[in-house]
């Protein structure tokens, strides 16, 4: 499974920007996804925190595509027009 690091680069009153790198071998994907506070709390409350919400989102994409395939810039509400399950299977955390 690939590495992924989550760092939060900025936070606006109703959105946070995170900063996500991928790696997978000697090869690192970076990413730019912003998440609503809204979402946070409807999809991501039973997550420790959004940094931590947002690693799970990026292992849901990952058990469904390749590192390459995920786009470069999106928002977390996005992911479900591409996954319809996403929403049903992100709400419940793993650990």
């Known amino acids: 499974?690939?590495?992924i690091e989550v760092s939060r680069a900025d936070v606006e009153q109703f959105m946070s920007r995170f900063l996500v790198r991928v790696k997978d071998g000697g090869e690192v994907a970076?990413?730019?996804v912003t998440l609503s506070g809204?979402?946070?709390e409807r999809l991501g409350g039973?997550?420790?925190s959004p940094e931590a919400f947002v690693e799970a989102c990026f292992e849901f994409l990952l058990a469904r595509e390749s590192k390459d395939q995920i786009l470069g810039t999106f928002d977390i509400s996005q992911i479900s027009g591409y996954f319809p399950e996403f929403e049903a299977e992100i709400d419940k955390p793993s650990g």
């Open 1 to 3: 499974m690939p590495e």
């Open 30 to 32: 970076s990413h730019v």
């Open 38 to 40: 809204a979402d946070y």
């Open 46 to 48: 039973g997550y420790r």
